[in-house]
């Protein structure tokens, strides 16, 4: 596609990457859990920071995308993630994630030296002269990209069309987006795994950003919110809250359990459930948590 498209909405999962015990990615899982997403309706997929992207060499990035893309073949919008810690960098990233076939970008601002707020609106609108298609801002915790600072780079550059929020709390921030923006082209998403996307949906988000284990879940809660049954699409939402919860575990821990849900719900080999370190992995007992909720949630 790799034209600009400002109408992007629905469901958009960031895959996770199947890894066997030597680091080496499985390649055929991952088309696996492309199909995956697919078929049960999604409406995108992302390759970002619960793909690991961080994890892996550029080579490996660009074989990632390549096989996302030509499984997708057309069929959903590919999102890749192309931020770094120079312009420069995040510039040679973008152009490489388009040739490759990317729909979209989402960046995140460079974090290692703390950055004012022109300087990153320079960073934004540098790389949005680059290249030709939407960019979602990515903004989070470690790396904030407060509602003024969305306008101010959503003013400079078409491109520049949508934002994922993700700094907690999430609600107030997408209200005060929706608040600010006037004549700006600027699209509301919601990530951090989805744990409150009702609650978002209802205040302007258009879309949701969650991990990759339960995209038959987050489809049914957008299906019935935007036919009109946000009650349903609250319990649902509220039926899963205790894996969302399980789900959102920091230091690896996420990767680890997301790899580990994929295998038991069929979509991973066991091979594919290993994480790169440095990271932390779930006891035990941890899993058969996972387990008994699992089944309790008839996910497996």
């Not at 935007?226 to 809250?241: L, P, T, Y």
């Amino acid at each position: 596609m790799n034209n600009l498209n400002n109408s992007f909405q629905g469901i958009f999962p960031i895959l996770s990457t199947p890894s066997d015990k030597n680091g080496n990615i499985v390649f055929e899982d991952l088309r696996k859990e492309v199909e995956w997403m697919i078929q049960n309706g999604v409406n995108g997929v992302g390759i970002a920071i619960a793909s690991e992207i961080y994890k892996y060499s550029e080579k490996e990035r660009d074989e990632i995308l390549s096989t996302v893309v030509d499984q997708v073949n057309g069929r959903v919008i590919v999102v890749m993630n192309t931020g770094g810690e120079s312009t420069d960098l995040s510039i040679h990233y973008s152009k490489k994630a388009i040739e490759l076939g990317a729909d979209a970008l989402m960046i995140r601002p460079a974090t290692f030296i703390p950055t004012t707020f022109q300087e990153n609106i320079n960073y934004f609108t540098e790389i949005s002269k680059t290249v030709k298609c939407p960019i979602f801002m990515q903004d989070q915790s470690s790396a904030q990209i407060s509602p003024s600072l969305a306008i101010e780079c959503a003013k400079r550059s078409d491109n520049l069309c949508y934002i994922k929020v993700e700094t907690p709390p999430t609600i107030p921030r997408i209200t005060e987006l929706v608040s600010l923006r006037a004549n700006e082209n600027i699209k509301i998403f919601g990530g951090a795994g989805g744990a409150y996307c009702v609650e978002e949906f209802s205040r302007g988000s258009i879309g949701t950003m969650p991990g990759s284990t339960m995209p038959d879940v987050w489809v049914k809660i957008w299906n019935n919110f935007i036919s009109g049954d946000v009650e349903e699409a609250f319990k649902i939402q509220n039926r899963f809250s205790p894996l969302i919860k399980i789900l959102s575990q920091t230091l690896g821990l996420s990767a680890f359990i997301y790899k580990y849900i994929m295998i038991r719900r069929g979509v991973f080999s066991e091979k594919s459930g290993y994480v790169r370190g440095p990271s932390l992995r779930p006891d035990n007992l941890h899993l058969e948590e996972i387990d008994m909720l699992l089944e309790e949630l008839e996910l497996i």
